[in-house]
């Protein structure tokens, strides 16, 4: 897994009450690709393949939130993506549990984005 010290700093310094939901969701987005790293741009933890794939939205307090930067683009059929602008998607947790229940889905966007910038 590719974790970045600077996103484990980041993290240590969260203080916000999805604090535990953000660290699942960052594992379970850097386990569904080994091409996937991280780094912090934006101020909050972006995923990169590439490209920015998505960047967590740090402020939400009653969710985890990842913006992907430009999901409207990624082939596949996503259900949990939501938003309607040109090009960005977010993908929002409520809990572990609501985690748990779109990780093969957030696992699948993940892969469909690398397998996309290794097409082009």
């Known amino acids: ?3 970045s010290p600077e996103v484990d700093a980041w993290l ?3 203080d916000n009450p999805q604090k535990d939901l953000v660290a699942a969701v960052r594992l379970a987005v850097l386990a569904a690709d080994d091409r ?3 780094c ?3 101020q909050a933890p972006t995923f990169v393949y590439k490209g920015n794939i998505a960047s967590f939205f740090p402020k939400a307090k ?3 939130s990842l913006m992907f930067h ?3 683009h990624i082939p596949g059929d996503w259900s949990s993506l939501e938003g309607d602008a040109k090009d960005g998607r977010s993908m929002k947790f409520k809990d572990l549990a609501d985690l748990a229940k779109k990780q093969a889905e ?3 966007l993940v892969k469909a ?3 996309m910038k290794d097409a082009e």
């Open 113 to 115: 984005w690398c397998d």
């Open 40 to 42: 912090i741009k934006w």
């Open 1 to 3: 897994m590719n974790t």
């Open 70 to 72: 430009r999901g409207a």
């Open 12 to 14: 240590a310094a969260y």
């Open 36 to 38: 996937v790293t991280e």
């Open 106 to 108: 957030l696992s699948g």
């Open 62 to 64: 009653k969710h985890a």
